[in-house]
């Protein structure tokens, strides 16, 4: 580490950290998600950026990352660090590196749609603004497959514009792809770079200072990079894995930080150096010493003040006893003053020589003179004495659960809280990091239900809190009182986890929302069940109208709104074929959507008739947000231009959404509990107070001051408030005051769980047939772990004892054989036993026949028993090169005549879902999805057969 690097402290600059970790035409990288709050912290604590000069960006399309780009990088006058983390793509040459954003989607073999191309779009503006001098140092660190190709274009002998201002970090070597992670931490590379930037390089040279020793620079982060991933491997286990990097031809180095946890041990130990100092000069100055020195003999006292002499000597050495600013020993030495100091008071306003002015100045003046010399050595440990510490603690890092329709808005405010006043120490230190987490509302309950698998994962089972949700909450905000109730009626006395509700954060009734376009009823604010709203829509409608929910497993008020419809809080439950009839209409979107926005994004894209006619049962503020179309991508995540506005009817038996804040606190964790409390007391106090109900009331919610409060925005999307009452109106089936007593909420989770159990009978036992690619090119991801059979085996825990399922081959001709035979199976344990004993055959396979065959068998059963359905495909689409000619269209054309979803689930990496393939185009004709290689592979197979089955119901 050279100190004459380039240091940008003092200058205007700015981190741009790009992160991509949801995709809507490949497959989402959760792991980039942990990538940002981490980053962003640790960069902040290190003492180059302030707190205003990090910002984290989730890009959807091209023209966002480039104007997000252009206004960043205008800002920064010193250092300009520009992080990407996503997937990256290249052509089949390796040419043509890109960075892909949200929308991104692969064209053919060779291009991308809406994707960010390295050499044409980024690379060029980061050249003009450094030739320009815009800046004074850029630097780019690219964690994505093919990162090294963007170094291609740095060419030897070649003289680029802005040549020495640019330099460039990448994950990998030229032309491999790189493994994600395991989706709850950071992806593995940005793991090793917070790791380094935080806790410090590796040295070899000890005869350093420490604020030396904690510097970051460029080239020697590369190198510790370089080692701390050169014994991993990249994508496909062959090649190692070799971080690269391209350095500015400056010739000098940048300085990117401080390393924060040596920073925060050279403050304790300039406290301790510092309290060590005050004591010596004090004793030096007689102040309180003589007391101090009882009973000790003036051998040991000489000794004492010769050892920090030794240390710190700055007066004469023939005057023993230590450093000059602490006077001599002469001055301090003789016998008849120190009696009189210790016989009599001390005349403070005397004028005459003596223990009083006089020997204040002999004192304050060495004082002064140690001080001054201290401030002349410059050094950090004087800094932080005086005018207070630069060297930051780490902030508590707290772990936030939140509802799927919440997130959005949650992730808004924590956004705004984190770099907010509130959070911030007098001296600029961060107090708390949040990383935030949406998992599906049944599984966040089941997590809490099973805490103790949080702490000690069991090998098996359908849910793994750690795997599938992440690391132990501190903070859950529920979309419902009545989620939590649930959470609470599972968890026993004594268990692991405890949650304490600190009342609502912000309130929206679920309302069913009916295009302008169809003739409704006006809005009901005063107690019309949701039964009889339906009833009305379809008496006012000669055309079919049908009615839309997102996932009830997913989201509260998907949850809330099936109790509604089933009557499952009423005096009389609908029947069974009301609700099977109900179901099969919303199944006309599928799959099941995740959450409220995702529903409505699908709905804009749907065709036509369901677009414009179908009514949706979704929170008021989304409608909101839906009916504002204005800067709709940025919003709500797609364009919603497609969308006719939606107007609210307000069912009486559908609970509103209040947003609960939930403290939780886990058994055993007791080591730093009390900083953990404090920190999420902050973090709540804030969220209720006016900056942070304002981030809620700017995306639609009513403010936390009740149920019926305002709001910025109306289902007109104007500034109204849409009325007193509708959100608990006083009936027989809804509470009469809020917030509900705990005896109606008891009633009201009884009443959830009946729904979601009935949700998951209503097509009646489902039916699922597995095709499994038995040929040699499976070899690779075969019989490892998250691999063809390991996917097969933990998938068949969702079903129950009435669903059906069973196993073919696709293998050479005939296309398929029978592994296990379509039927119901009570010998699950038997059934893994015959899948993992399956072996690979030295043969192709053809995935046409071999479909066409399954759904031959799947539309006959459907015929004699109804019933959900689902074939599951899985592949290395090794074999997709057998469709020749028309024979891709055509099989596409039967599976449209025959409505069964096909979940194509590809195990090769490299985009075996990407738009235009066989796969994905198979999968969307069907209805059914196609899933990419990846670290959620597993947990999403799982939850589509789920779907279809009937077991396990949560």
Known sequence: MSSHAYDPRGKANRALLFGVYRYDHLDDLPGVRHNLGQLVETLMAGGVFGANEVRQVLPRTQLEFLSHLENEAKA?????LLYFAGHGGVDRNGDNFHLLVGESRRIGRDDYAEAVSWSSHVLPRLRDIAERRLVDRIVVILDCCYAGNALLEFKPGTLHRGR?????????????????????????????????????????????????????????????????????????????WVPRHHAAESRQDVLLGLSPRLLEEIDRRNAAGRAAWWRAALAAAGIGAGEGRTGRGRRGERGSRGERGRRGERGSRGERGGRGERGSRGERGRPGEREQRKG?????????????????????????????????????????????????????ELRLLTDPDAAPTVKKAVAAYLTSGANHTGSGCRRSGISLVDPKSADAVTGF????????????????????????????????????ARAKSLVGKGDDVELGSLGPVAYTPVVLAIPTTLASTPASVTGTPLGQLLDQLKRNNPKTVPVLRADPESTD?????????????????????????????????????????????????????????????????????FNTHADAKARVGCDNNRLHPRAPQYPADVAPLDLPFVHV???????????????????????????????????????????????????????????????????????GTYPPDAQWLA?????????????????????????????????????????????????????????????????????TQQLVPLGRHSDLAGIRREVKA??????????????????????????????AQLIVYITDDEDDEHFKGRDLPDLLARIAARPVPVEWVSLAPGGGCAAGSVGAQIARTSGGRCLNASSSQVSELRDDVARAGTGNAR
């Open 449 to 484: 239900q099973h805490a103790a698998d949080w702490r000690t994962p069991r090998s098996t089972g359908e849910l793994r809190p750690q795997r599938d949700i992440g690391a132990q909450p501190d903070i859950w905000i529920p979309g419902s009182d009545v989620t939590l």
């Open 557 to 625: 008020s998907a949850q809330l709104a099936t109790v509604g419809v089933y009557g499952q809080n009423g005096v009389a439950p609908v029947s069974d074929a009301v609700v099977g009839q109900f179901e099969r209409q919303a199944a006309q979107l599928r799959p099941a959507q995740p959450d409220s926005y995702a529903l409505m994004c699908a709905l804009a894209g749907a065709d036509p008739e369901l677009k414009d006619n179908a009514a949706v049962l979704v929170p008021e503020q989304v409608m909101t947000q």
């Open 747 to 815: 009633r009201y989770a009884a009443a959830v769980g009946s729904a979601l159990d009935r949700y998951r009978h209503a097509l009646g036992p489902g039916r699922v047939l597995y095709l499994l690619d038995k040929s040699s090119s499976m070899d690779t991801y075969w019989s490892n772990s998250a691999g063809a059979l390991d996917l097969l085996s933990q998938s068949l825990d969702t079903f129950g004892p009435d669903d059906a399922y069973g196993v073919w081959t696709v293998v050479d001709k005939p296309p």
């Open 344 to 396: 009599r008071p001390r005349k403070e306003s005397s004028g005459t020589a003596g223990p009083g002015k006089g020997h204040n100045l002999k004192v304050l003046i060495p004082l002064f003179t140690a001080f001054a010399v201290l401030l002349a050595g410059g050094g950090y440990g004087v800094y932080t004495w005086v005018g207070g510490s630069t060297a930051c603690a780490p902030p508590v």
């Open 164 to 240: 020495d201002r640019i330099s460039v970090l990448t994950a990998v070597q030229i032309n491999r792809r790189i493994p994600g992670g395991n989706g709850h931490e950071p992806t593995p590379y940005t793991k090793q770079l917070i790791r380094l930037l935080h806790d410090g390089l590796p040295r070899t040279d000890e005869d350093v200072g420490p604020e030396e020793a904690a510097r970051i620079e460029l080239i020697p982060l590369s190198a510790a990079l370089y080692e701390a991933m050169r014994h991993k491997f990249t994508e496909g286990g062959d090649d190692p």
């Open 665 to 735: 606190t886990w058994k055993g964790a007791e080591r730093d509990a009390t900083a953990r409390k404090d920190a999420v007391d902050r973090f709540h106090t804030w969220l209720t107070g006016a900056a942070g109900q304002k981030v809620f009331t700017d995306d639609g919610y009513r403010t936390a001051g009740g149920a019926t409060g305002t709001t910025s925005g109306s289902a007109s999307g104007t500034a109204t408030d849409t009325g007193s009452g509708a959100v608990v109106p006083g009936s027989t089936v809804m509470p």
């Open 838 to 867: 399956t072996k690979l055959v030295d043969e192709e396979s053809y995935p046409g026949p071999a479909l066409d065959a399954a759904l031959t068998e799947m539309t006959e059963r459907q015929k004699a028993t109804g019933g």
């Open 76 to 80: 920064a006058e010193g250092l300009f």
